[in-house]
């Protein structure tokens, strides 16, 4: 089956187009698009494929998807804007702005610390259902409440939904909105684009449908098999809330009472035209916009947690800031200063400071680890800047 790519790239970035064709190879279920924008000016703008095989509704130039952990990138924008405005410290302890927090020993966890994954509420010791990840206050009690899982200050580990809840409640707790106002009000509206933490009613049919390959299926049940407490198997599905894979055919981020709620570690829904504006914004003027300077993103992208995390797992390992992914073996961008996020099955967003670049590639073929698509998407865009 032949896909028909859509858009078009300046020339020059050719070898984009190209890389983008190939991710469809063999994919006939497969939907994404990609952004590149460079000095706040769009280089790339290339979309194809089905948003929804069930129908075989097609994806198109504004198709958004959800974003899964890319979503814990924008949030950190939001908190380094807090940190940059005098109204956060990465140093103070969580429990200065949210005082329950302090409950089992968390007493002395800084902001810092729980953007960086070293919390120690990677995953709920309680069994949570899809009522609770729904209701904000529910979730965010929970966490405050819980003791951590580890003992502080050994280690990190990836926070892959309870980041989002936490530092969401860390921006609520500092701006009185939840993190999805604050994101609109800060980022998504003044620029104009495609992109929500809680997905409004009046978009609910907009987004692409996802579906999970084989591999990544297979991946996932052979975790399951592990003994308990699988802590990195609970830290997906938070007990009884979500498939492992994050969706099934009807459930998950597939079911729009998901995608309304804020669900900010994994439920952002964006285009990549959006994800690649929001990050050029993070770095040069975009559509009138600059959302961090200079000083705040150099402090923003230290590097706070790398190596083995703490319940193990193989290698590459991620590296982390306050919050944003850095370059890495596990996930390359264009160089060492580049920051960003990517998301479970094949999404990823990146901002490039010194060639003043932000990247958006979006899809709804999820896939697992042997996943080249946006790798090989970002290898020919770094042969080329």
Sequence with gaps: MSIEIQGHVQPGF?????????????????????????????????????????????????????IFSCTKGLVSILAARLVEEGRLDYQAPVAQYWPAFAAAGKENVTVGEALSHQAGLSAPRADLSEDDIVDWDR????????????TLGTGYQYHALTHGWVAGE????????????????????????????????????????????????DLWAEEAKKPAPNWPYKAMTLGHALPVDLVSETGGFNAARIRTAEIPGAGG??????????????????????????????????AQSQGKPVFGGDPPYSRWGYGFQLDSEARRYLGDACFGHD???GQVGFADPTRQIGFGFVTNWMMGPDDQRATEIISALRSIV
């Design 14 to 66: 050719e070898p984009i187009a190209e890389a983008f064709k190939n991710a469809f190879a063999d994919r006939p279920q497969m939907g994404a698009s990609l952004h590149i924008v460079r000095g706040g000016e769009t280089v790339a703008d290339l979309w194809g494929g089905v948003a929804d095989a069930r129908d075989g509704r097609l994806w198109e130039k504004d198709t958004p998807t959800t």
């Design 269 to 302: 829904i964006a285009s990549a035209e959006a994800m690649a504006t929001m990050w050029s914004a993070v770095v040069a003027p975009t559509r009138g916009v600059r959302l961090l300077n200079n000083a705040t993103i150099a402090n923003a992208t230290r």
């Design 343 to 345: 998301g479970a099955g």
């Design 170 to 217: 860390i921006v609520r707790r500092v701006t009185g909105k939840s993190v999805g106002t604050y994101f609109r009000e800060l980022i998504a509206a003044p620029l104009g684009v495609d992109a929500w933490i809680g997905l409004p009613d009046e978009h609910a049919e907009r987004p692409a449908h996802i579906r999970v390959s084989q591999p990544l299926q």
């Design 139 to 150: 979730v965010v009690s929970v966490l405050a409440a819980q003791e951590p899982l580890w």
